[in-house]
């Protein structure tokens, strides 16, 4: 559960400094809140690694998701465009996260029925 809430906050992170980028053209001082979020939303997602969960896993989620995510609140926030197709990519793009997501849990399903044994394991004492 940790390593899920950890790869949330560095999504927010990210999405976040990327809408702060969007803001600063007119706020300059928000480039800090840009630095600030990128660097903790990478520093967050080194620890979904460390936590455990797989690399092509924790970024896929974490791209596609601060994608549509910045798409969705940057047409709220900015009145940046969210047309129809737009919806339809991001609906893919969060079906596509999905897909990655419950192969790695199929693989890591298959992985451990199939885990060799130890040398230890098995043999008589």
Do not use: N
Not at 47 to 70: E, F, H, K
Not at 81 to 89: D, E, K, Q
Request: net charge neutral.
């Amino acid at each position: 559960m940790r390593k899920w809430l950890l790869l949330a906050a560095a999504i927010l992170l990210e999405v976040t400094a990327t809408l702060s980028l969007r803001g600063a053209l007119d706020h300059p001082a928000l480039y800090v809140l840009v630095a600030v979020g990128y660097v903790g939303s990478f520093t967050v997602l080194a620890l979904v690694l460390r936590a455990g969960l797989a690399l092509g896993v924790a970024y896929g989620i974490w791209g596609a998701s601060g994608v549509a995510l910045t798409a969705i609140l940057a047409a709220l926030f900015f009145g940046d465009p969210l047309t129809g197709v737009m919806g339809i990519g991001v609906a893919l793009v969060i079906g596509g996260v999905l897909c990655v997501e419950l192969g790695a849990q199929s693989a890591q399903s298959a992985g451990s029925a199939r885990a060799p044994r130890s040398h230890d394991e098995g043999a008589p004492s």
